[in-house]
């Protein structure tokens, strides 16, 4: 991305009465983030420390923000410039931004879809948000979907079911569902042998009742890399995979997650072929 401030987006009057003119660089040059963010006397204290987060956030997927930022790293910016009537100004949305850490390029472009929704992609338009199998194992059929409340075959009991269960010969590759770290590899209860794999911000996937586990904690994995091998163990009635997907400990419909990241990258890539 050449440094010209040359995404212009013209937006109706918003609810907070701020007109959103034309888009502008927020920021040029190989600096500290935070401190250039804070330099920037145009805007509000409150607005610096967002674009800040907004950055963090756009790459968190690419960077590790606690630990690979050095000083000579560089970042630019284009944000939406909001200027209401008496004059004040406000930054708006971030629609692009580079940055180059340890010698690496990063680039982002905010996409909007036809939908609404709106995500970042490289130049390649490829998601930020990288890829995830949609399916992390080699499965004959789907033998239980999440559901709020089902019989549990062993337990006899009503139990909630926070994830999903492909059934496999014993022996099949579990493969991790997208790029990330190894967090846990143990022997748990009625998981049985269970892997997790850590994606950042704050999203883990878990694989459970394995015959045995490919990975040591702490190991990076690749999308598609066998983590652990389809089983039996723990509290399971047959060879099957059951598969949890968690943002911030929270238990997500794995199919709907998994599908939407999928299509965040579809629908930009028939995008791409319109222009
Ligand atoms: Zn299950």
Same mark, same amino acid.
């Given at each position: 991305?050449?440094?010209?401030?040359?995404?212009?987006?013209?937006?109706?009057?918003?609810?907070?009465?701020?007109?959103?003119?034309?888009?502008?660089? @927020?920021?040029?040059?190989?600096?500290?983030?935070?401190?250039?963010?804070?330099?920037?006397?145009?805007?509000?204290?409150?607005?610096?420390?967002?674009?800040?987060?907004?950055?963090?956030?756009?790459?968190?997927?690419? @960077?590790?923000?606690?630990?690979?930022?050095?000083?000579?790293?560089?970042?630019?910016?284009?944000?939406?410039?909001?200027?209401?009537?008496?004059?004040? @100004?406000?930054?708006?949305?971030?629609?692009?931004?580079?940055?180059?850490?340890?010698?690496?390029?990063?680039?982002?472009?905010?996409?909007?879809?036809?939908?609404?929704?709106?995500?970042?992609?490289?130049?390649?338009?490829?998601?930020?948000?990288?890829?995830?199998?949609?399916?992390?194992?080699?499965?004959?059929?789907?033998?239980?979907?999440?559901?709020?409340?089902?019989?549990?075959?062993?337990?006899?009991?009503?139990?909630?079911?926070?994830?999903?269960?492909?059934?496999?010969?014993?022996?099949?590759?579990?493969?991790?569902?997208?790029?990330? @770290?190894?967090?846990?590899?143990?022997?748990?209860?009625?998981?049985?042998?269970?892997?997790?794999?850590?994606?950042?911000?704050?999203?883990?996937?878990?694989?459970?009742?394995?015959?045995?586990?490919?990975?040591?904690?702490?190991?990076?994995?690749?999308?598609?890399?066998?983590?652990?091998?389809?089983?039996?163990?723990?509290?399971?009635?047959?060879?099957?995979?059951?598969?949890?997907?968690?943002?911030?400990?929270?238990?997500?419909?794995?199919?709907?997650?998994?599908?939407?990241?999928?299509?965040?990258?579809?629908?930009?890539?028939?995008?791409?072929?319109?222009?």
């Amino acid at each position: 991305m050449n440094a010209k401030p040359t995404i212009a987006q013209r937006r109706g009057e918003g609810a907070s009465g701020f007109i959103a003119t034309r888009a502008r660089q @927020v920021l040029s040059e190989a600096v500290d983030l935070l401190e250039r963010v804070v330099d920037d006397t145009l805007l509000a204290p409150e607005d610096r420390v967002r674009l800040a987060w907004d950055l963090a956030d756009i790459f968190a997927w690419q @960077v590790d923000f606690s630990r690979d930022i050095r000083s000579g790293d560089s970042f630019r910016v284009v944000a939406e410039r909001l200027v209401s009537e008496d004059g004040e @100004v406000r930054f708006g949305r971030v629609l692009a931004g580079d940055m180059v850490i340890g010698g690496l390029g990063y680039t982002a472009y905010r996409w909007t879809s036809a939908d609404g929704s709106s995500g970042f992609y490289d130049a390649e338009g490829r998601s930020l948000r990288r890829a995830f199998l949609l399916a992390p194992v080699q499965f004959r059929r789907i033998s239980s979907r999440m559901s709020s409340g089902r019989l549990h075959p062993i337990l006899g009991i009503v139990r909630k079911h926070e994830g999903i269960d492909f059934a496999a010969d014993a022996g099949t590759p579990v493969m991790a569902a997208g790029d990330g @770290v190894v967090a846990r590899r143990e022997w748990s209860g009625g998981y049985g042998n269970l892997v997790e794999v850590d994606h950042g911000s704050g999203l883990i996937t878990r694989y459970a009742h394995a015959s045995k586990i490919l990975v040591k904690q702490g190991d990076l994995v690749k999308r598609g890399q066998p983590v652990a091998q389809v089983g039996n163990s723990g509290r399971s009635t047959g060879p099957h995979l059951h598969f949890e997907v968690l943002v911030d400990g929270v238990p997500q419909n794995p199919t709907r997650f998994l599908a939407g990241r999928a299509n965040e990258a579809k629908a930009l890539a028939g995008a791409t072929r319109r222009r």
